[in-house]
């Protein structure tokens, strides 16, 4: 039955204007977009001038970030406004393979929220890097044709895409769409990696940054995750010209903040907050992200795309009031019900004594954080203070474990350790005291995976069965769990965002000093270094 909406003030992403209108939707697209009172018919929703938008695209996520399984991230998604996710499942890739993949695909045909994937193509991060599998060229190419398949995730080995490495080409020889990963490259050897024809682009953490990778044709994608917080200073750079090559992505989030801050709208909101127009951000938020992703049957509400759009509350600031998604409003839609098992290599850890953590005296390298930004300092110790031990623990072949020091976290007491750690998702803990340090460990590999905080002796543990990533409770039971994770972790002193901290500190494809159970890792240098100077 064909439906009607009318007197919807209505935003359009391809001009950036508010129009009053009506507009019809059969079989879940939109068939006609009029005057207000122009359509008539028996099924019509009288939106009374209500500011009426696109479904909402984030441009670039990783789902296990958030703790969910697709279809759950779906579902969440839906609250926000979100009604298309391209997702990169990378992490769950790095600890089962194909079979992660294969099942990051199957749980989201259930998802309510239409997801799309890129395939990952870094697989380990560096060639370094040892997780629980290797996806190759060959791997790769076996997805080309699966339909909820558009192009390869983000190219990480910048310095096999600078050399030719021929299975880096052979990865990049696959598919048309190419999503980059670049932080801080600049000059020659920028345009020397686009020239692999490599499209976007979501490291930028200042305008300088971002308007040169516009200049030389990329698409950049503004991130506001859980650590690397980049939408104010990135909002500089979108104006009439530039809005068409920008998007929005949340990267890595909790299912908490996106909760209780939001996703896709919660950009939106940083960006106006920030000096961006409300319809500048809207394009990002919409017809950009489709346009990039050659999403054509998306991005606006126009004769022939999906049905998908929001009802804005009133006000001044933007707040998603209703979804429809295929004409569908998402609040009547059945609950997608629990995912399929995933299949993941068991835990083999070395678990070091406390006698093992012992540091060499003297000058020492020092990781140090970087607020609302996921790359580190590489400082000394003689000049550093309040500094604490941080551990990674391979956790596929009892291999052993690195030490090291950071300085940023906020402990007093007591220690945290997960196994969220990119990219090979290994063990890794930090705190206060050895014991404290070597206890936290042990919970999360005993769990099977999970996060997990140790204070005043007391263990409190977030169980992720799903790879050590994920967990298959729905959203509204995972945040409650992470409440109670989090009041432990007040106690220690730390901030919210420690466990995210936490987990990119083993990022080996992220400048400067990284931990991974080899030891410590120069990002500049792209190789081992000692702790000692």
């Known amino acids: ?83 298309t996710v391209i997702a990169d499942p990378h992490e769950i890739a790095n600890v089962s393979g194909c079979a992660g993949i294969d099942f990051m695909l199957e749980d989201a045909k259930s998802s309510p929220a239409d997801i799309f994937f890129m395939i990952p193509s870094c ?68 345009c020397r990696y686009i020239s692999r024809h490599i499209k976007t682009d979501h490291e930028c953490i200042s305008a300088a940054e971002g308007n040169e990778k516009l200049s030389l044709g990329m698409y950049v994608l503004l991130r506001e995750g859980d650590a690397a917080k980049n939408v104010a200073a990135l909002s500089k750079i979108v104006n009439d010209r530039t809005a068409v090559r920008c998007c929005f992505c949340t990267d890595d989030r909790h299912v908490d903040s996106r909760v209780r801050e939001g996703s896709i709208d919660h950009c939106i909101r940083v ?112 000049t550093a203070r309040d500094f604490h031990k941080v551990v990674s623990v391979d956790r596929y072949r009892s291999e052993g474990f690195g030490v090291g020091l950071v300085k940023g976290f906020t402990f007093v007491k007591g220690a945290i350790a997960s196994s969220v750690s990119h990219d090979a998702h290994n063990i890794i803990a930090a705190g206060v005291t050895d014991e404290e340090i070597i206890q936290a460990i042990h919970a999360v590999n005993d769990s099977g995976g999970g996060m997990a905080v140790v204070c005043d002796g007391v263990t409190t543990v977030l169980f992720l069965p799903y790879g050590g990533l994920m967990t298959p409770l729905f959203y509204e039971e995972v945040v409650t769990r ?12 730390a901030s919210p965002a420690a466990f995210m901290n936490l987990s990119f500190l083993s990022l080996t494809v992220i400048p400067h000093l990284r931990i991974t159970p080899r030891g410590l890792f120069d990002g500049d240098a792209f190789k081992d270094v000692p702790i000692s100077f």
């Open 482 to 493: 992470m409440d109670d994770l989090f009041v432990r972790l007040m106690l220690t002193g």
């Open 123 to 190: 697989v380990p991060a560096t060639p370094l890097d040892k997780g629980g599998a290797v996806v190759s060229s060959k791997d790769v190419a076996s997805y080309k044709n699966t339909p909820s398949v558009i192009g390869l995730g983000e190219m990480m080995n910048v310095p096999g895409v600078l050399s030719g490495d021929p299975e880096v080409m052979a990865k990049l020889a696959v598919f048309d769409h190419i999503d980059g990963h670049a932080p801080g490259l600049s000059g020659e050897a920028l």
């Open 271 to 382: 960006a106006v907050r920030s000096g961006m127009s409300l319809e500048h951000a809207l394009r990002l938020a919409t017809l950009s992200a489709a346009d990039c992703f050659g999403l054509t049957d998306r991005g606006m509400i126009a004769p022939g795309r999906v049905a998908d759009f929001c009802i804005l509350q009133d006000g001044a600031e933007f707040f998603v009031s209703a979804v429809y998604k295929n004409g569908v409003r998402t609040s009547s839609l059945p609950n997608p019900g629990s995912s399929l098992d995933c299949i993941c290599p068991p835990f083999s850890c070395r678990i070091p004594a406390k006698e093992e953590l012992a540091l060499p005296n003297g000058r020492l390298r020092v990781i140090g954080l970087v607020p609302g930004e996921i790359i580190t300092e590489s400082l000394d110790s003689e």
């Open 1 to 83: 039955m064909t439906q009607i909406f009318d007197n919807a003030l209505l935003f359009n992403p391809a001009v950036g204007e508010w129009r009053l209108a009506a507009f019809s939707v059969d079989d879940g697209r939109v068939t006609i977009v009029g005057k207000p009172g122009a359509l008539k018919g028996e099924n019509v929703t009288d939106l009374s001038g209500a500011r009426v938008v696109p479904g909402l695209i984030d441009a670039h996520v990783h789902i296990e970030s958030s703790l969910l399984t697709p279809r759950e991230f779906g579902r969440l998604s839906l609250k926000n406004g979100v009604t």
